[in-house]
């Protein structure tokens, strides 16, 4: 999946791909955007490193 991430003043963006719904691991929703656990960026805040974990489901 890809991701984009950028600080634009005092809002983070987050852009990414919708896959097609897969079922979650509980099976209770289905999944269209993750980035399956922490994902580390190259984006910095107040001097540290910014890590990101999305999810992004819809009820099944």
Do not use: H, Q
């Not at 079922?23 to 269209?32: I, R």
């Not at 960026?41 to 990101?52: E, F």
């Amino acid at each position: 999946m890809a991701i984009e991430v950028k600080i634009e003043g005092n809002r983070l963006i987050i852009t990414c791909d919708l896959e097609e719904p897969i079922p979650s691991a509980s099976g209770k929703t289905l999944v269209v955007a993750s980035t399956r656990g922490n994902m580390k960026t190259t984006l910095t805040v107040d001097g540290k490193p910014l890590t990101i974990g999305l999810n992004a489901y819809i009820p099944k």
